[in-house]
């Protein structure tokens, strides 16, 4: 059986991920969304993954039609009359979010506590080492796949991306260039996301290197890092990695 071009998007945490990660990056008060302002990019954000044949789970189109929805209440003429019980549209993702953004900081405060078997080690003949991947590397900070997925806006930013993809032909080069960068990571350790894109390459293998990337993450074969304040993305492979033969 061919190996197939889609990759699922289960990889991505969920739309109210999508949603905070929209809101971090453009600076917003949460409690004070541009509904207007969200909604088009996250609707940019879906193009963009249907344009690259990602299998987008049914909940984030449920997301989209919600922000739709809202814009458009937003958008209809306020009556002068107000309903004081009238609540703002913008009001129940908003309570998500702010409860999204309570687990995340929690859950980094108690990931930032000495863990036994990683920060904390008994007494034993022979100490364990720690694995590539239970290791932060100086200086970088895990990033998610919202970030990967704005380097590689950035990649294509000067031609636009094709409105059509040659799927059977996807299929066979996805395949031979996940075991290219796999090989790759395993041999080099660290890898620059931008260095595996070429002035020169054709725009279907740049499209094609961006799923593979996307699909050894979901694999758990590579980590995403970048180094603050730099828009390049560090490809680290785990200790774990095997290359494909």
Excluded: W
Aim: net charge negative; aromatic share 6%.
């Amino acid at each position: 059986m061919e190996p197939q071009c889609t990759v699922r998007l289960d990889i991505f945490e969920g739309p109210l991920d999508l949603l905070l990660h929209l809101i971090n990056k453009n600076r917003l008060d949460i409690t004070d969304i541009p509904i207007s302002l969200v909604t088009n990019q996250y609707l940019q954000y879906l193009e963009l993954l249907q344009a690259l044949d990602i299998e987008v789970a049914a909940e984030y189109l449920l997301m989209a039609a919600t922000l739709i929805h809202i814009k458009s209440r937003m958008l209809l003429p306020k009556r002068q009359e107000v309903d004081a019980d009238e609540e703002d549209p913008r009001l129940q993702i908003t309570i998500a979010l702010q409860e999204l953004k309570k687990a995340k900081e929690l859950a980094d405060k108690l990931d930032s506590r000495p863990v036994l078997g990683r920060d904390v080690f008994v007494n034993s003949p022979q100490p364990a080492e720690l694995e590539d991947d239970e290791q932060e590397p100086e200086g970088l900070v895990p990033i998610s796949v919202f970030e990967l997925v704005e380097a590689f806006k950035k990649v294509l930013k000067q031609g636009g991306l094709p409105k059509t993809i040659e799927i059977e032909k996807a299929r066979i080069r996805l395949s031979e260039r996940i075991k290219e960068i796999e090989k790759k990571v395993y041999k080099e350790k660290r890898l620059s996301f931008f260095g595996l894109f070429s002035g020169k390459m054709e725009r279907f293998l740049i499209i094609v290197t961006f799923l593979a990337i996307l699909e050894l993450s979901k694999r758990g074969v590579i980590r995403l890092f970048q180094k603050e304040g730099h828009d390049d993305i560090i490809i680290v492979k785990r200790k774990s990695c095997i290359t494909s033969s």
